[in-house]
């Protein structure tokens, strides 16, 4: 109403001015300013503005939503068990002798393989940004080392195909909940036993330690679900110890007699639910 109220008196008062153009002396007609285009612009611009403050909180209320928070005293339980799996890229650090430069051996080098894990997850709170993880893990391997000679097309294969039971023990720092989400990071050790080697006769086998001791960090993200909490993780994962053993028989050594140090690297995606 007050708009409809503005504008009529402002055409009521333009008509007197332009049909009684003699009856209004000429210093009150100034008082009256000339509707321009421009001035026009601006007297629809401010009635906008001022309408839009009335419409202002309606249009916010209409577009917001509901977030529904869910297992909302997760923190509050200090145990909580769960399982994983792992989809890794796997392989060797070849550290060369110093044979290697007067050997008839071109390169060796190791080659990256998939690797399969799964197992259990135990998560322990230690308070409200630490906690600590760990569980017990079966991994399947392959890694393998090629050597490669200046007269052979092709080159040759020493393969150690088997079963790891793996420990992680990490310290996990974790950020604020946001809602649903919230965001990490882990770092730690692995203890890695070596449970089966697999015995291929058309493959020549590597000759490797059983157990093993690693360097892991990585950084994943929490969804909290209505019956689960999903967890993805992408881990890497650093050897700190010369897995290699060289043969006790000199002849089967021709291959690896070039390899000083073994040291084992993974990078793997982790698939968690607790």
């Known amino acids: 109403m007050l708009t409809t109220y503005f504008w009529n008196q402002h055409n009521l008062y333009w008509q007197k001015i332009t049909n009684n153009p003699v009856k ?5 007609r100034r008082e009256f300013l000339p509707v321009t285009p421009k001035r026009c612009i601006q007297y629809t611009s401010f009635l906008l503005f001022f309408l839009s403050f009335g419409f202002l909180p309606k249009a916010q209320a209409q577009h917001s939503k509901y977030v529904r928070i869910y297992d909302e005293f997760y923190d509050d339980k200090k145990v909580h068990f769960g399982f994983l799996f792992g989809f890794a890229s796997s ?3 070849v550290y060369r002798n110093d044979k290697y430069l007067s050997d008839t051996t071109q390169n060796i080098v190791s080659p990256e393989s998939f690797a399969f894990q799964v ?9 409200e940004r630490f906690d600590f993880k760990t569980g017990l893990n079966i991994a399947l391997y392959s890694r393998q080392v090629d050597y490669s000679f ?4 092709q080159p040759i294969t020493e393969i150690r195909e088997s079963t790891w039971l793996e420990v992680p023990l990490l310290l996990k720092f974790k950020s604020q909940r946001r809602g649903n989400t919230r965001m ?7 203890l890695g036993i070596e449970a089966n080697v697999r015995k291929n006769a058309t493959i020549a086998r590597l000759n490797t330690s059983t157990n093993d001791l690693s ?12 019956f689960f909490k999903f967890t993805p993780e992408l881990r890497f994962s650093h050897g ?30 982790y698939l968690m639910f607790e």
């Open 184 to 190: 990490f990071v882990d770092a730690g050790i692995k």
């Open 119 to 127: 197992g259990g997850i135990i998560n322990i709170k230690l308070n």
């Open 150 to 153: 200046p007269n052979i097309p």
């Open 240 to 269: 700190l110890t010369n897995i290699f053993l060289p043969p006790a028989n000199s002849s089967q050594s021709a291959l690896s007699r070039d390899i000083d140090r073994l040291q084992t690297h993974n990078v793997t995606l």
């Open 24 to 28: 209004f002396p000429l210093h009150k």
């Open 215 to 226: 360097l892991e960090y990585g950084i994943g993200l929490e969804r909290f679900f209505q």
């Open 91 to 93: 392989r060797f650090n």
